[in-house]
């Protein structure tokens, strides 16, 4: 593949950090709200980072400290509503620019940490939402408003804030579009750290060097096995085969991260 020409994007800032791919949506004028040149700007975004094997980790924050994304760009929709462009929306992004979005990478298993900075709301919760770790400034806040549109969370906020906060809290915020603070999205799980804003780039870059510690097949097989098997139970869930453990129980990885610990040194991972 390829690789993606990061000054060829206009929509989204990407760039290459070592093992770290850092991805900024940039459009601060609009709070970083998603059009569809960014949806598809994303998707080959995505899709180089999934298949550069020199990249572990991705790092997602939007630019400016007002809002991490504002979600959808409604303009831009009820400008197309209005020239009759623009189909009748639901739950899914197949069939419409920038397909798979990051709501749809199921098969992900490379870790994805979201820094947020400001309004993450309908569209930029459920990227947060799509996230395995979200680490936000101690201002930035959450809603699903689409209720008050007219619209569905489609890309995955009914689905996932259902399974990753308490089902009744979920539902009120869902059916009302009430907006949750950091702190109280940190309490219902939903954030794992919330910070200063003058600390959010440092306390990103810590989850980031503590994976890059850790073996990136193991944290890849750990984030495929720990999403396959949420909803099984628990004896089919030892029993079933997993694509990416396959790959790191046979791997020098595997062999490497003992020896290390024996000789006393860090661990060389080759993701071989």
């Known amino acids: 593949m390829t690789q993606l020409d990061e000054g060829?994007?206009?929509?989204?800032?990407?760039?290459?950090?070592?093992?770290?791919?850092?991805?900024?949506?940039?459009?601060?004028?609009?709070?970083?709200a998603m059009d569809l040149a960014m949806h598809e700007e994303l998707a080959l975004v995505w899709d180089d980072?999934?298949?550069?094997?020199?990249?572990?980790?991705?790092?997602?924050?939007?630019?400016?400290?007002?809002?991490?994304?504002?979600?959808?760009d409604l303009k831009e929709l009820a400008a197309r509503v209005g020239a009759g462009s623009a189909g009748t929306s639901t739950f899914g992004s197949r069939d419409k620019p920038g397909w798979p979005r990051l709501t749809e990478r199921f098969n992900l298993a490379?870790?994805?940490?979201?820094?947020?900075?400001?309004?993450?709301?309908?569209?930029?919760?459920?990227?947060a939402l799509a996230c395995d770790i979200v680490i936000a400034a101690d201002h930035a806040t959450f809603a699903l408003p689409e209720a008050r549109l007219g619209l569905v969370p489609g890309a995955g906020g009914?689905?996932?804030?259902?399974?990753?906060?308490?089902?009744?809290?979920?539902?009120?915020?869902?059916?009302?579009?009430?907006?949750?603070?950091?702190?109280?999205?940190?309490?219902?799980?939903?954030?794992?750290?919330v910070v200063p804003a003058d600390q959010l780039n440092a306390c990103v870059d810590g989850w980031v060097r503590d994976i890059l510690r850790c073996a990136p097949l193991s944290v890849r097989a750990i984030k495929e096995a720990a999403a396959a098997s949420a909803a099984l139970p628990l004896e089919r869930a030892f029993a079933t085969r997993y694509a990416w453990e396959e790959r790191r129980m046979h791997s020098i990885d595997a062999i490497e991260g003992p020896r290390a610990f024996v000789d006393d040194r860090d661990p060389v991972w080759t993701c071989s």
């Open 8 to 32: 060829s994007l206009t929509r989204v800032r990407y760039a290459r950090d070592g093992r770290v791919a850092r991805v900024t949506l940039d459009r601060p004028a609009v709070r970083n």
């Open 49 to 72: 980072f999934e298949h550069d094997d020199n990249l572990w980790v991705a790092v997602l924050t939007g630019a400016d400290n007002r809002a991490f994304c504002a979600g959808q």
């Open 110 to 127: 490379k870790p994805v940490i979201a820094g947020v900075n400001g309004h993450a709301y309908g569209g930029g919760f459920e990227l």
């Open 158 to 193: 009914v689905f996932r804030l259902t399974r990753q906060a308490p089902y009744r809290i979920a539902l009120g915020h869902l059916l009302t579009g009430r907006p949750l603070p950091a702190a109280r999205a940190y309490e219902l799980g939903l954030v794992n750290e």
